[in-house]
């Protein structure tokens, strides 16, 4: 078991590829622990992984808080030992306007998907010095790799999470904790569950939580997933800005607007 005797804590776990990942790592032998803010969904989760012989403990809180995600994963840490490996994964995507800009949806994205990281990484970094040992690893989003009209809010916030996860994989270098930025590209989870569009090697969220288990498994510095996608990606990072307007002219006259989430 990949994962035997490893205290494993997820934010975001109440949907989506935070759930399925808690599934997939417990199976795995890992002793999970849950949060995100809605305590009904962690706790459904957590009797589904005890069913099935796992061990998963519950402690719900909003990343964009520091106090409230300390607090939290210090309380997870008291039931399950010390954090071996932190998955940020709590994420939120809204299309972004620019008459008015939505600065509620704006702010929240980069409180959840920034701020939220940040947070959950200051909580247990200390612990994982000291040990000189520990792996930490942040849920981004190929989206980072083109700023996109009606969702340059949701890519600025990934492009953030790319560059901080790049400077703290330099600056830990030695000190016995490994860093991995996981990069998907779309997976069916709530947040795209509104989506109108077509979704290019779109991927189930039980697939995509296997994939980053290997990948937290292997230490993977970066991982972009799926192939395809990062192929198509590094055309789309490529194209002109006439072809990108063109192309989200219909996204833009009509954005989906999913629920938020983590």
Not at 82 to 88: E, I, M, N
Request: net charge positive; glycine share 8%.
């Amino acid at each position: 078991m990949k994962f035997a005797n490893q205290a494993v804590i997820i934010t975001g776990a109440s949907s989506g590829m935070g759930w399925e990942l808690a599934k997939v790592l417990a199976r795995e032998g890992a002793r999970v622990g849950l949060t995100a803010r809605r305590r009904e969904n962690l706790v459904a989760l957590a009797e589904e992984i005890r069913a099935a012989g796992g061990v998963a403990e519950v402690e719900p809180a909003d990343v964009s808080d520091r106090e409230q995600t300390a607090a939290a994963l210090k309380a997870l840490e008291s039931r399950l030992g010390p954090t071996d490996v932190l998955v940020a994964n709590a994420g939120v995507g809204m299309p972004t306007t620019v008459d008015p800009v939505n600065m509620a949806e704006f702010e929240t994205m980069f409180r959840v998907n920034v701020f939220g990281v940040v947070h959950a990484f200051d909580a247990v970094l200390p612990g994982m010095l000291a040990r000189k040992r520990g792996h930490i690893a942040a849920v981004s989003s190929m989206a980072a790799y083109r700023g996109l009209p009606g969702e340059w809010g949701y890519t600025a916030s990934k492009a953030a999470v790319n560059n901080l996860m790049e400077g703290l994989r330099v600056q830990l270098r030695g000190t016995g904790v490994a860093v991995t930025n996981i990069c998907p590209g779309f997976i069916k989870t709530p947040m795209t569950a509104k989506n109108d569009f077509h979704m290019p090697f779109v991927l189930e969220a039980d697939d995509a939580a296997r994939r980053m288990a290997g990948a937290l498994y292997r230490k993977t510095k970066v991982y972009n997933f799926p192939w395809q996608m990062r192929g198509f990606m590094w055309v789309v990072a490529r194209l002109p800005d006439w072809v990108i307007a063109r192309a989200m002219k219909k996204y833009n006259d009509n954005p989906p607007w999913p629920d938020k989430v983590g």
